[in-house]
């Protein structure tokens, strides 16, 4: 604010003089002019030349005063820019292993994990699970148990400070992180979508996709049904001047651009929003559209998908409090039965 209002009275100051200083210059070159026609020095249509020359020399040098400026603007951003560019990432984007095949069994050993920037908190304190490839599994816990920091760990954003992450016996530090996340398809809460239309958003998930492939993807995510009743199908534009999609439907075209490169591990963060009825059934549709049974990572707060799911796991403060189906949890794990009590949507 200080900064724009610096810059407002430095420009109209500069503005208020030079137009001043023109105007006096003008007058002054009329009357100068005006006194040498009187003493027959020098003719009208010379006098009326000179000012129209004089007007647009002026106004070159006033544009390229500004271009100038602007000049200088674009330096400066192109300085933060490379700066940027040439930062090095403390976490590898590329290097390592890539397997031939991907099962997507997981095994977390012994994990511990602090964030850099939180030094006195334990994100995760001690976790160990194995997890089946094909398995469903949804992690429930009140917020700030350590749900988000699993998946982190899982996408490599960051390493264990102790302990071990394994896909199909492989630590992730071996693993090549780019590769890595091509085989994990993520669908985040709040889905990202783009101005474009709803074919592009899809595509997003792999550019070379054909049509027949992305129709295929809207068809698994159950989004097809939608997109169909839209004006122009698949090449409708969404955002700003395109139609507007409701939670559920944003959700369901996340998906189908995760499945669009069927991966092995596929991580499903589901809506919190309670009054989102459509979303209700966002992560059914998603499990019954995957027939080709990947690994699949749920963060649950609905009721309706703890029991559908393989496997639940409970988290509380960084710790696994208990593991297990949704039937024999209620029984074991008193934290579950209270979280199922207020209908998990309020963690
Ligand atoms: P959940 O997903 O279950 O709500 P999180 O995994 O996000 O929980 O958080 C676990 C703990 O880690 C919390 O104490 C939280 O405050 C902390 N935490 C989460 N993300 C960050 C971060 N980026 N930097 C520092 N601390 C974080």
Same mark, same amino acid.
């Given at each position: 604010?200080?900064?724009?209002?610096?810059?407002?009275?430095?420009?109209?100051?500069?503005?208020?003089?030079?137009?001043?200083?023109?105007?006096?210059?003008?007058?002054?070159?009329?009357?100068?002019?005006?006194?040498?026609?009187?003493?027959?020095?020098?003719?009208?249509?010379?006098?009326?030349?000179?000012?129209?020359?004089?007007?647009?020399?002026?106004?070159?040098?006033?544009?390229?005063?500004?271009?100038?400026?602007?000049?200088?603007?674009?330096?400066?951003?192109?300085?933060?820019?490379?700066?940027?560019?040439?930062?090095?990432?403390?976490?590898?984007?590329?290097?390592?292993?890539? @397997?031939? !095949?991907?099962? #997507?069994?997981?095994?977390? +050993?012994? *994990?511990? %994990?602090?964030?850099?920037?939180?030094?006195?908190? /334990?994100?995760?304190?001690?976790?160990?699970?194995?997890?089946?490839?094909?398995?469903?599994?949804?992690?429930?816990?009140?917020?700030?148990?350590?749900?988000?920091?699993?998946?982190?760990?899982?996408?490599?954003?960051?390493?264990?400070?102790?302990?071990?992450?394994?896909?199909?016996?492989?630590?992730?530090?071996?693993?090549?992180?780019?590769? @890595?996340? !091509?085989?994990? #398809?993520?669908?985040?809460? +709040?889905? *990202?979508? %783009?101005?474009?239309?709803?074919?592009?958003?899809? /595509?997003?998930?792999?550019?070379?996709?054909?049509?027949?492939?992305?129709?295929?993807?809207?068809?698994?995510?159950?989004?097809?049904?939608?997109?169909?009743?839209?004006?122009?199908?698949?090449?409708?534009?969404?955002?700003?001047?395109?139609?507007?999609?409701?939670?559920?439907?944003?959700?369901?075209?996340?998906?189908?651009?995760?499945?669009?490169?069927?991966?092995?591990?596929?991580?499903?963060?589901?809506?919190?929003?309670?009054?989102?009825?459509?979303?209700?059934?966002?992560?059914?549709?998603?499990?019954?559209?995957?027939?080709?049974?990947?690994?699949?990572?749920?963060?649950?707060?609905?009721?309706?998908?703890?029991?559908?799911?393989?496997?639940?796991?409970?988290?509380?403060?960084?710790?696994?409090?208990?593991?297990?189906?949704?039937?024999?949890?209620?029984?074991?794990?008193?934290?579950?039965?209270?979280?199922?009590?207020?209908?998990?949507?309020?963690?």
């Amino acid at each position: 604010m200080a900064l724009a209002r610096r810059k407002t009275l430095a420009t109209s100051t500069l503005g208020g003089l030079s137009f001043t200083f023109g105007q006096c210059a003008a007058l002054l070159g009329i009357w100068a002019g005006g006194n040498l026609i009187v003493r027959g020095q020098l003719t009208s249509g010379a006098l009326i030349s000179f000012v129209l020359y004089a007007f647009l020399v002026g106004r070159g040098f006033r544009n390229a005063t500004a271009f100038y400026a602007d000049a200088l603007r674009g330096i400066g951003a192109t300085q933060w820019i490379f700066a940027m560019l040439e930062r090095v990432p403390e976490m590898p984007t590329e290097g390592g292993r890539r @397997l031939a !095949q991907v099962a #997507g069994a997981l095994d977390l +050993e012994g *994990v511990r %994990f602090t964030y850099p920037t939180r030094p006195d908190v /334990r994100a995760l304190d001690g976790i160990d699970l194995k997890i089946r490839s094909g398995e469903v599994v949804a992690f429930v816990g009140r917020s700030g148990a350590g749900k988000s920091t699993i998946l982190n760990l899982l996408l490599r954003f960051y390493d264990p400070t102790e302990g071990r992450v394994v896909l199909d016996g492989h630590d992730l530090r071996e693993l090549d992180p780019s590769w @890595l996340r !091509q085989q994990i #398809g993520v669908v985040l809460q +709040e889905p *990202v979508l %783009f101005s474009g239309s709803v074919a592009d958003n899809i /595509r997003y998930g792999r550019a070379e996709a054909n049509d027949r492939e992305v129709a295929a993807a809207a068809e698994l995510a159950a989004a097809s049904e939608f997109i169909e009743r839209f004006p122009s199908g698949f090449h409708t534009a969404i955002g700003d001047r395109g139609v507007q999609l409701s939670g559920g439907q944003r959700q369901r075209l996340a998906i189908a651009r995760a499945v669009l490169r069927r991966p092995s591990l596929l991580i499903l963060d589901e809506a919190t929003s309670a009054l989102d009825s459509e979303s209700e059934s966002f992560v059914h549709d998603a499990l019954r559209a995957l027939d080709y049974g990947p690994t699949t990572l749920v963060i649950a707060h609905r009721l309706s998908t703890v029991v559908n799911v393989n496997r639940v796991v409970v988290l509380d403060r960084g710790r696994i409090v208990g593991v297990g189906p949704h039937d024999e949890l209620l029984q074991t794990c008193p934290l579950y039965r209270q979280l199922v009590e207020s209908q998990l949507v309020a963690v």
